[in-house]
């Protein structure tokens, strides 16, 4: 399996600003993805990050509020933009591995809390 | 209606005791189902891959599909302390298209008690 990371794994920012969050991956993977775990609530997909393209975002979400980079097939970028206290989470990135088809690998999360 | 119900728990158990963790979905499309633990403060680690109907067996850890009744369920024998985390459920329709739509249960903390 493939071992991802990310960064920073935790902050506590305040509400009207902006947080990057990075996702390193050891091998090089075709499909990354994104996912907000709230406090008590499932997993929930942001975003579909594609090389070279426009991320694909999931309804409910959309690129201002959570621009996308993915410039290579080992990284990708999450900013949470303009963030309110409903953006307190945990956000994961995934990838998908082809061996079980069909399944994704986590990295650790980073957990955020907006004041 | 929720596409896939889990119940959050929690479920405490003591050491040594058999676990039944379990989750019912809507979708008939559905035809690839996972398990992942979740420890505190933890990212998600894939715990089991099931694709399509039947039992997959995994050391304490067995898996179960069932379709007609649109029902999952994972047990643990001989459970630890260790075990102690959260079990999510996951599903995926079949198909290359779908590639990325994993919907997850709520999950379901389980405390093993020495």
């Known amino acids: 399996s493939a071992v991802i990371s990310q960064k920073p794994s935790r902050d506590i920012c305040q509400r009207g600003t902006s947080l990057t969050i990075q996702c390193q991956v050891d091998s090089q993977v075709t499909m990354m993805f994104w996912y907000r775990q709230q406090p008590g609530q499932s997993l929930t997909l942001i975003a579909t990050a594609n090389q070279g393209s426009e991320a694909t975002y999931e309804s409910g979400f959309v690129i201002d509020k959570f621009p996308i980079s993915r410039p290579n097939l080992t990284f990708s970028t999450l900013t949470v933009s303009n963030m309110s206290p409903e953006d307190s989470s945990i956000y994961l990135c995934?990838?998908?591995?082809?061996?079980?088809?069909?399944?994704?690998?986590f990295g650790p999360g980073t957990r955020l809390l907006v004041l | 209606q929720k596409e896939v119900e889990q119940d959050p728990g929690p479920l405490s158990v003591p050491e040594g005791a058999i676990v039944s963790l379990n989750c019912t979905y809507s979708n008939s499309a559905f035809q690839y189902f996972m398990w992942y633990r979740q420890y505190s403060r933890k990212g998600p680690e894939l715990l089991m891959y099931?694709?399509?109907?039947g039992n997959k067996e995994d050391g304490r850890f067995t898996a179960q599909v069932d379709k007609s009744s649109k029902y999952i369920s994972l047990f643990i024998r001989d459970s630890q302390p260790s075990d102690s985390a959260t079990y999510l459920c996951a599903m995926s329709p079949y198909g290359s298209s779908n590639t990325g739509k994993l919907i997850f249960g709520q999950g379901t903390t389980l405390q093993v008690k020495p």
């Open positions: 995934s990838v998908e591995w082809d061996r079980p088809q069909e399944t994704q690998y």
């Open positions: 099931t694709y399509s109907s």
